[in-house]
C-alpha cells in the first residue's frame, strides 16, 4: 500500500495527482453537502419507482402511481369537457335566440363560437369577419339573408345555394349581357341608374335606366331597391357592395353575375356548434 | 497616582472575574470544517439592555399584534387595518388601499427602507443588526426562554456537559418545546396577514384553512426554530449579506462599539501590584465581563469586527464594572473612529510607542481630562447624512404626494384589431373598443361614458343592440373592474385623418372623478373626401 502523501504546508492529505507541481488538497467534503448528496439518491431511487423512469424497448417503466403527462393532460381535458357538459347540453336544447337572451350563456356560446369560426369560416370571412370582395362583412348591418339571430342560424345551418340542401337560401340572378337579355346599352343605363341610387361617382339617372330597372330587377331588389331578403336581391341604395362598388363593378355583375356560394353547416358540424356560430356572429356587432 | 480600585484584602478586584474565551474571535478562530462552539451569554442589565427590551417588546408586538387591528372600510371591503389580500391582488394599509398596478408604491418603501439603512448605517452604525434585526430580536426571545429553564450562564454551562438525566432531558425537551410554539405563533402571525384575521384562525385551529397557511406556518415555524435557537449567530457570520454591506457603509464618523484603548491599556488584572512595582494600569481589569455577555462570542477589546452586531451589551456590563470600581462609565463605549484617533494620539499612542494611560487622566483628580474628545451632533448630522436624508425624505414627500393626489377611478382602451373599422350601410364608419373602467373605491359608482373630439361621434354598448347616443352609463360594483365593449361611429366626412385621436372620458354621477384616455378613429381611405 502506498503512503497517502501529505502537503507539508497545511499537513492535509492530497489527491496524489499533479499537474505542472500543483497538487489537490484532498479536503473532506462538507457535512450538510454530503447529507444533501445522500438525500438525492435516496429521491432518485424512490422517485424511480414511483414514477415513469426507465426506457424500455417499446415504452418505460410506467411507475407505482400510474402517473404520466399524458395521462394529466387527458384527465385535465376530460375535466374541461365535464365543465362544459351543462352548457353544451342547454344550448342544444334551446332555440338560438333563447340562448343569446341569456348573457352568462351567450358569452359560453359566443366564445365556443369564435373558436369554430376560426376554423370553418375565416377562410372566406377573413379572422375579423371583415369579409371581403364577394364575401359578406359580418360586421356591419347589411344582411343579405336577414340579420335577426334566428335568420343567422338558418344561413349556416342550411347555407347559400348550397347543393343538396333543399332548405338553402337559393336565388339566381339572370346573365343579363352573357345570355343576351340586355343589350350593352341598355347594361350600360341601368347599370349608371343604379350608381346613382347610392350616390356613386358616375352614376346618372336615366329614364330609361329607370324603366330598364322596373322590368329587369325590381322583382328580386325590390321597387325601391332596398332589397328584398326573401329573394336574396341586396340592397343597391347604401354605402355597402359586396362586389365593386362603382359603375364597372355594377356594370360587370350584370353582364354576367357573380354568385357566391355557402356551404351548409348544419350537418357537418352538428346544432351545438351551428347555434354558437349564431350567437357569435350576431354578437359582431350587426346583428339585428 | 490616585488610580485607586476598590479591591479586596488580597489586592484581587472588586470586579468578579470571568473565565470565558471569545470563541469567535480572529485570535482563535477554527478551521471552517470543526464544529460549532457554543456560546452561553451571561444576561446582561444596564441602560442598552433596557432599551433592548423595549425594542423587543416593540417590534415584537407590532409583528403579532399588527393583524388584529380593524380598520372600518364599509361593507365592501375587508376592516382588517393591514392586509395584503392576494386571492383579490389588494394591498390594505390603514387608510390605503394599493392595486396592483399601484405597486411601485410598494417600490418605493423598499428604495425607502434601502436609503433609511444605508443613513442609519452611516450615523449609528449597525444599529439595525443589533437592535431591530428579526434574528436578533427573536434570538433574545429564546434566551430569555432558555435563562428561564436552564438558568443563566453558569447553569447552562453545566447541565451542557452534564450526563443525560431525567431533569437534563426534562429541561432540555421543555425549552425546545416553548421554542418550537414560539416558532409557530411566528408563522401562524404571518398568514394573518393575508387573511382576515380572527376567521383565519378559527378556520386554522379547525383544520379547515387552506393548505398553503400550514406549509407557510410550518416553513416559518422550522426556520424561526433553526435560525433563533440552533444557529444564532452563526446566522450573523455566514448567511447574512448585511455584515459585509454595512461594513462598507461605515466611515470615520459613524458610531460603533468600541474599547476605548487610550484608557483602557495596559489592561491589568492585579492593579495594586503592578501600581506598587511602578508598571503603567490601564481602566481594563481584564474581568472578561465584555466577553461573557457577547452573544456573537467575540472579545470587543479586538476592535471593531466582522461579527460585532453591536448590541451594546458589552457596554452594559463594562459599565456595570467600573461603577463597581469606583471609576468614569465608558471604557467600552459607542465612539466614531475620528474620536477614537484622537484620544488614541492624546494617550501618546503610535506605532512605536505604547499608551500612557496617565496622559488621558488629570494626576490631581484622577479624573479624565477635559481633552478627551466625545462623540457630538456634529459627527451625526454632516454632508453625507444630510444627503441621505434628503433622498429618504425626498422619496417619501413624492410618494406621499403622489398618494394623495391619485385617481380612485381609471379607464384604459383597446381597439379593435380586426376588423379595425367598419363600413355601415348608411356610410358611416364604426370601431370597436374594448374599454375597462378601475373603481378603486370599495363603494359602488355610477360613472357614464362620453367621447370628446370626434365630431358627430355616437356611442353603442357592443353588448346589446341600441340607437346610438351620445354617452353611456354604467354601475361600477365597488372596488372592481368593469370590462365592456363599446362602438364608436362617425362619419369620415367630417374627420381630419384617416386615424384621428379623440378622448375617451369616464366621468362619476356627482362630477367628483374624471378620467379620460387618448383612442384613435380608424377610417378606411378611400371613403374620406
Given at each position: 500500500?502506498?503512503?497517502?502523501?501529505?502537503?507539508?504546508?497545511?499537513?492535509?492529505?492530497?489527491?496524489?495527482?499533479?499537474?505542472?507541481?500543483?497538487?489537490?488538497?484532498?479536503?473532506?467534503?462538507?457535512?450538510?453537502?454530503?447529507?444533501?448528496?445522500?438525500?438525492?439518491?435516496?429521491?432518485?431511487?424512490?422517485?424511480?419507482?414511483?414514477?415513469?423512469?426507465?426506457?424500455?424497448?417499446?415504452?418505460?417503466?410506467?411507475?407505482?402511481?400510474?402517473?404520466?403527462?399524458?395521462?394529466?393532460?387527458?384527465?385535465?381535458?376530460?375535466?374541461?369537457?365535464?365543465?362544459?357538459?351543462?352548457?353544451?347540453?342547454?344550448?342544444?336544447?334551446?332555440?338560438?335566440?333563447?340562448?343569446?337572451?341569456?348573457?352568462?350563456?351567450?358569452?359560453?356560446?359566443?366564445?365556443?363560437?369564435?373558436?369554430?369560426?376560426?376554423?370553418?369560416?375565416?377562410?372566406?370571412?377573413?379572422?375579423?369577419?371583415?369579409?371581403?370582395?364577394?364575401?359578406?362583412?359580418?360586421?356591419?348591418?347589411?344582411?343579405?339573408?336577414?340579420?335577426?339571430?334566428?335568420?343567422?342560424?338558418?344561413?349556416?345551418?342550411?347555407?347559400?345555394?348550397?347543393?343538396?340542401?333543399?332548405?338553402?337560401?337559393?336565388?339566381?340572378?339572370?346573365?343579363?349581357?352573357?345570355?343576351?337579355?340586355?343589350?350593352?346599352?341598355?347594361?350600360?343605363?341601368?347599370?349608371?341608374?343604379?350608381?346613382?341610387?347610392?350616390?356613386?361617382?358616375?352614376?346618372?339617372?336615366?329614364?330609361?335606366?329607370?324603366?330598364?330597372?322596373?322590368?329587369?330587377?325590381?322583382?328580386?331588389?325590390?321597387?325601391?331597391?332596398?332589397?328584398?331578403?326573401?329573394?336574396?336581391?341586396p340592397n343597391l341604395t347604401n354605402a355597402i357592395w359586396l362586389y365593386r362598388g362603382s359603375v364597372d363593378g355594377i356594370v360587370a355583375q350584370i353582364n354576367h353575375p357573380r354568385l357566391g356560394m355557402m356551404p351548409a353547416w348544419g350537418a357537418k358540424l352538428g346544432d351545438v356548434t351551428v347555434k354558437e356560430l349564431a350567437v357569435y356572429v350576431h354578437g359582431l356587432g350587426g346583428g339585428q | 497616582m490616585t488610580l485607586s480600585d476598590a479591591t479586596d484584602q488580597d489586592g484581587h478586584s472588586a470586579a468578579e472575574?470571568?473565565?470565558?474565551?471569545?470563541?469567535?474571535?480572529?485570535?482563535?478562530?477554527?478551521?471552517?470544517?470543526?464544529?460549532?462552539?457554543?456560546?452561553?451569554?451571561?444576561?446582561?442589565?444596564?441602560?442598552?439592555?433596557?432599551?433592548?427590551?423595549?425594542?423587543?417588546?416593540?417590534?415584537?408586538?407590532?409583528?403579532?399584534?399588527?393583524?388584529?387591528?380593524?380598520?372600518?372600510?364599509?361593507?365592501?371591503?375587508?376592516?382588517?387595518?393591514?392586509?395584503?389580500?392576494?386571492?383579490?391582488?389588494?394591498?390594505?394599509?390603514?387608510?390605503?388601499?394599493?392595486?396592483?398596478?399601484?405597486?411601485?408604491?410598494?417600490?418605493?418603501?423598499?428604495?425607502?427602507?434601502?436609503?433609511?439603512?444605508?443613513?442609519?448605517?452611516?450615523?449609528?452604525?449597525?444599529?439595525?443588526?443589533?437592535?431591530?434585526?428579526?434574528?436578533?430580536?427573536?434570538?433574545?426571545?429564546?434566551?430569555?426562554?432558555?435563562?428561564?429553564?436552564?438558568?443563566?450562564?453558569?447553569?447552562?454551562?453545566?447541565?451542557?456537559?452534564?450526563?443525560?438525566?431525567?431533569?437534563?432531558?426534562?429541561?432540555?425537551?421543555?425549552?425546545?418545546?416553548?421554542?418550537?410554539?414560539?416558532?409557530?405563533?411566528?408563522?401562524?402571525?404571518?398568514?394573518?396577514?393575508?387573511?382576515?384575521?380572527?376567521?383565519?384562525?378559527?378556520?386554522?385551529?379547525?383544520?379547515?384553512?387552506?393548505?398553503?397557511?400550514?406549509?407557510?406556518?410550518?416553513?416559518?415555524?422550522?426556520?424561526?426554530?433553526?435560525?433563533?435557537?440552533?444557529?444564532?449567530?452563526?446566522?450573523?457570520?455566514?448567511?447574512?449579506?448585511?455584515?459585509?454591506?454595512?461594513?462598507?457603509?461605515?466611515?470615520?464618523?459613524?458610531?460603533?462599539?468600541?474599547?476605548?484603548?487610550?484608557?483602557?491599556?495596559?489592561?491589568?488584572?492585579?492593579?495594586?501590584?503592578?501600581?506598587?512595582?511602578?508598571?503603567?494600569?490601564?481602566?481594563?481589569?481584564?474581568?472578561?465581563?465584555?466577553?461573557?455577555?457577547?452573544?456573537?462570542?467575540?472579545?470587543?477589546?479586538?476592535?471593531?469586527?466582522?461579527?460585532?452586531?453591536?448590541?451594546?451589551?458589552?457596554?452594559?456590563?463594562?459599565?456595570?464594572?467600573?461603577?463597581?470600581?469606583?471609576?468614569?462609565?465608558?471604557?467600552?463605549?459607542?465612539?466614531?473612529?475620528?474620536?477614537?484617533?484622537?484620544?488614541?494620539?492624546?494617550?501618546?499612542?503610535?506605532?512605536?510607542?505604547?499608551?500612557?494611560?496617565?496622559?488621558?487622566?488629570?494626576?490631581?483628580?484622577?479624573?479624565?481630562?477635559?481633552?478627551?474628545?466625545?462623540?457630538?451632533?456634529?459627527?451625526?448630522?454632516?454632508?453625507?447624512?444630510?444627503?441621505?436624508?434628503?433622498?429618504?425624505?425626498?422619496?417619501?414627500?413624492?410618494?406621499?404626494?403622489?398618494?394623495?393626489?391619485?385617481?380612485?377611478?381609471?379607464?384604459?382602451?383597446?381597439?379593435?384589431?380586426?376588423?379595425?373599422?367598419?363600413?355601415?350601410?348608411?356610410?358611416?364608419?364604426?370601431?370597436?373598443?374594448?374599454?375597462?373602467?378601475?373603481?378603486?373605491?370599495?363603494?359602488?359608482?355610477?360613472?357614464?361614458?362620453?367621447?370628446?373630439?370626434?365630431?358627430?361621434?355616437?356611442?353603442?354598448?357592443?353588448?346589446?343592440?341600441?340607437?346610438?347616443?351620445?354617452?353611456?352609463?354604467?354601475?361600477?360594483?365597488?372596488?372592481?373592474?368593469?370590462?365592456?365593449?363599446?362602438?364608436?361611429?362617425?362619419?369620415?366626412?367630417?374627420?381630419?385623418?384617416?386615424?384621428?385621436?379623440?378622448?375617451?372620458?369616464?366621468?362619476?354621477?356627482?362630477?367628483?372623478?374624471?378620467?379620460?384616455?387618448?383612442?384613435?378613429?380608424?377610417?378606411?381611405?378611400?371613403?374620406?373626401?
Amino acid at each position: 500500500m502506498k503512503q497517502p502523501d501529505v502537503d507539508h504546508l497545511s499537513g492535509i492529505e492530497t489527491t496524489g495527482h499533479e499537474w505542472d507541481g500543483i497538487k489537490e488538497l484532498n479536503n473532506p467534503l462538507p457535512r450538510w453537502w454530503l447529507w444533501t448528496f445522500y438525500a438525492c439518491i435516496a429521491f432518485a431511487l424512490v422517485y424511480s419507482v414511483l414514477f415513469p423512469a426507465w426506457p424500455l424497448i417499446g415504452g418505460g417503466t410506467p411507475g407505482l402511481l400510474g402517473y404520466s403527462t399524458r395521462g394529466e393532460f387527458h384527465r385535465e381535458v376530460a375535466a374541461a369537457q365535464s365543465e362544459q357538459a351543462a352548457n353544451l347540453a342547454k344550448i342544444a336544447a334551446m332555440p338560438v335566440a333563447v340562448i343569446a337572451a341569456d348573457p352568462a350563456l351567450a358569452a359560453f356560446a359566443s366564445a365556443g363560437g369564435a373558436s369554430a369560426f376560426k376554423v370553418y369560416c375565416s377562410q372566406c370571412h377573413g379572422s375579423g369577419a371583415e369579409g371581403g370582395v364577394g364575401y359578406p362583412n359580418l360586421n356591419d348591418d347589411e344582411w343579405i339573408w336577414g340579420g335577426s339571430i334566428d335568420q343567422i342560424y338558418q344561413t349556416i345551418a342550411h347555407g347559400a345555394r348550397s347543393l343538396g340542401d333543399d332548405q338553402t337560401h337559393d336565388s339566381i340572378m339572370p346573365n343579363f349581357g352573357s345570355d343576351g337579355i340586355l343589350t350593352r346599352d341598355q347594361i350600360r343605363s341601368v347599370a349608371l341608374y343604379v350608381a346613382s341610387l347610392s350616390g356613386l361617382a358616375g352614376g346618372e339617372k336615366t329614364p330609361e335606366g329607370e324603366q330598364l330597372y322596373a322590368q329587369n330587377c325590381a322583382a328580386c331588389h325590390g321597387p325601391d331597391a332596398k332589397g328584398l331578403q326573401a329573394m336574396g336581391g341586396p340592397n343597391l341604395t347604401n354605402a355597402i357592395w359586396l362586389y365593386r362598388g362603382s359603375v364597372d363593378g355594377i356594370v360587370a355583375q350584370i353582364n354576367h353575375p357573380r354568385l357566391g356560394m355557402m356551404p351548409a353547416w348544419g350537418a357537418k358540424l352538428g346544432d351545438v356548434t351551428v347555434k354558437e356560430l349564431a350567437v357569435y356572429v350576431h354578437g359582431l356587432g350587426g346583428g339585428q | 497616582m490616585t488610580l485607586s480600585d476598590a479591591t479586596d484584602q488580597d489586592g484581587h478586584s472588586a470586579a468578579e472575574r470571568f473565565s470565558v474565551e471569545a470563541v469567535n474571535s480572529q485570535k482563535i478562530r477554527q478551521p471552517l470544517y470543526a464544529p460549532r462552539r457554543k456560546i452561553f451569554p451571561k444576561r446582561a442589565s444596564g441602560t442598552f439592555r433596557r432599551f433592548k427590551w423595549l425594542v423587543m417588546l416593540l417590534t415584537l408586538g407590532i409583528y403579532y399584534l399588527t393583524p388584529f387591528l380593524r380598520w372600518d372600510r364599509g361593507p365592501f371591503a375587508p376592516d382588517q387595518a393591514v392586509m395584503v389580500d392576494l386571492a383579490n391582488r389588494r394591498f390594505y394599509f390603514f387608510f390605503i388601499e394599493i392595486w396592483p398596478q399601484e405597486f411601485y408604491y410598494v417600490a418605493g418603501l423598499l428604495i425607502m427602507a434601502g436609503v433609511g439603512l444605508f443613513l442609519i448605517t452611516s450615523t449609528v452604525g449597525r444599529a439595525w443588526c443589533g437592535y431591530t434585526c428579526p434574528q436578533t430580536v427573536w434570538v433574545d426571545l429564546f434566551l430569555v426562554v432558555e435563562r428561564a429553564i436552564e438558568g443563566d450562564r453558569n447553569a447552562r454551562i453545566k447541565l451542557d456537559g452534564a450526563p443525560w438525566s431525567l431533569n437534563k432531558a426534562a429541561k432540555r425537551v421543555s425549552k425546545h418545546v416553548i421554542w418550537l410554539v414560539i416558532g409557530v405563533v411566528t408563522g401562524g402571525a404571518w398568514i394573518l396577514y393575508f387573511a382576515d384575521a380572527p376567521t383565519l384562525i378559527r378556520s386554522f385551529a379547525r383544520f379547515e384553512a387552506p393548505s398553503v397557511a400550514y406549509m407557510t406556518v410550518g416553513i416559518l415555524a422550522a426556520t424561526t426554530y433553526v435560525f433563533g435557537g440552533l444557529m444564532r449567530e452563526q446566522v450573523c457570520t455566514y448567511m447574512c449579506p448585511w455584515p459585509r454591506i454595512q461594513a462598507a457603509m461605515l466611515d470615520e464618523y459613524s458610531l460603533t462599539v468600541t474599547y476605548n484603548d487610550w484608557r483602557g491599556e495596559p489592561r491589568t488584572r492585579h492593579a495594586k501590584k503592578a501600581i506598587a512595582e511602578g508598571r503603567p494600569v490601564g481602566d481594563c481589569v481584564d474581568c472578561n465581563a465584555c466577553v461573557v455577555v457577547c452573544p456573537m462570542g467575540i472579545d470587543i477589546r479586538d476592535g471593531q469586527q466582522l461579527e460585532c452586531i453591536t448590541c451594546a451589551l458589552c457596554i452594559d456590563a463594562c459599565d456595570g464594572v467600573m461603577d463597581k470600581l469606583g471609576r468614569e462609565r465608558g471604557l467600552i463605549s459607542y465612539a466614531t473612529l475620528n474620536d477614537y484617533n484622537a484620544n488614541m494620539v492624546l494617550s501618546g499612542a503610535s506605532a512605536t510607542t505604547p499608551i500612557e494611560p496617565a496622559r488621558v487622566r488629570n494626576p490631581a483628580t484622577g479624573k479624565l481630562v477635559d481633552a478627551i474628545r466625545h462623540t457630538t451632533w456634529r459627527s451625526i448630522i454632516r454632508p453625507r447624512t444630510l444627503v441621505y436624508f434628503m433622498v429618504w425624505a425626498g422619496i417619501g414627500v413624492a410618494m406621499l404626494v403622489a398618494l394623495s393626489m391619485r385617481s380612485t377611478l381609471e379607464v384604459s382602451v383597446l381597439h379593435d384589431r380586426n376588423p379595425q373599422y367598419v363600413l355601415l350601410s348608411d356610410g358611416s364608419i364604426r370601431n370597436g373598443y374594448k374599454v375597462k373602467i378601475s373603481n378603486m373605491r370599495p363603494e359602488p359608482r355610477a360613472v357614464t361614458l362620453s367621447v370628446e373630439g370626434l365630431p358627430g361621434a355616437a356611442l353603442t354598448s357592443a353588448d346589446a343592440a341600441a340607437q346610438p347616443v351620445s354617452s353611456l352609463t354604467y354601475q361600477l360594483q365597488p372596488d372592481a373592474v368593469l370590462e365592456t365593449r363599446i362602438f364608436v361611429r362617425a362619419a369620415p366626412g367630417g374627420l381630419a385623418s384617416n386615424n384621428a385621436d379623440f378622448t375617451l372620458k369616464v366621468e362619476t354621477a356627482d362630477g367628483a372623478a374624471v378620467v379620460a384616455t387618448d383612442a384613435k378613429f380608424e377610417t378606411p381611405k378611400e371613403t374620406r373626401r
